[in-house]
């Protein structure tokens, strides 16, 4: 079946260091993969995506590249800021069906002054 | 476009008790997806509306769950009889099929609470 694996958290980090979040996923063909983001008292909010294979998907300083070979879609930022502190998912969104997202279970991450 | 809406923020109910909850999606949105996050895992996918179908539904979904989408725009889900483990937020989003690799806008949830 489809699943989402997370490396866990929480990550501390202090500010400008370099953030690294692992994410692998099993799933059947090519799916769409998706990094989420949840701030303090907020709803999830899409940071990134990559819809195939060797796609780099960015925003706001993260980056993620869809790696088929190792089936990962790992999260990187090269200085994080203490805004940053947040849950973050990743998910996919398996070939065909309706659209639904797998997500993992989440990593936080707490970046300090 | 003021974004996915979703009422109550919050509810508390106690055990037995049937509670409804509300999600306006983004206007023209005709897709609408509903999740569940209990503390410290990932949304888990519940149900799908395509306009006023429902196309999809998880095996979470027990028959006490109930969803619907008259007239294809706003959603409820309503839990009849609560039990304890139904304690979660549950996540409404919506998406359009017109974009290409569509995204799936999220409100900002219900966090449900059954004694």
């Known amino acids: 079946g489809n699943s989402v694996t997370q490396m866990e958290g929480p990550v501390t980090l202090s500010e400008e260091a370099f953030l690294t979040i692992n994410c692998t996923y099993t799933a059947t063909g090519y799916p769409s993969l998706f990094w989420y983001v949840q701030y303090p008292g907020e709803g999830l909010q899409l940071l990134l995506k990559?819809?195939?294979?060797?796609d780099k998907g960015s925003n706001k300083g993260f980056e993620a590249t869809y790696r088929k070979e190792t089936t990962s879609f790992h999260l990187e930022k090269g200085s994080v800021q203490v805004s940053d502190s947040a849950v973050y998912f990743c998910a996919l969104r398996p070939l065909g069906g309706y659209n639904k997202l797998i997500f993992g279970a989440g990593t936080r991450l707490a970046v300090h002054p | 476009d003021t974004g996915v809406s979703q009422d109550p923020r919050h509810k508390i109910t106690k055990r037995g008790q049937n509670v409804t909850f509300r999600c306006d999606p983004i206007s023209e949105h005709n897709r609408l997806y509903w999740y569940r996050q209990t503390l410290g895992q990932g949304p888990e996918f519940l149900t799908y509306f395509q306009n006023e179908a429902q196309l999809e539904k998880s095996r979470l979904l027990s028959d006490r769950f109930s969803a619907e989408r008259p007239k294809g725009s706003f959603s409820t889900l309503e839990i009849q009889r609560t039990e304890q483990g139904d304690s979660a937020m549950y996540l409404c989003a919506s998406s359009s099929y017109r974009t290409l690799n569509e995204t799936q806008y999220f409100g900002p949830g219900t966090r449900l609470l059954v004694l």
């Open positions: 990559a819809t195939k294979a060797d």
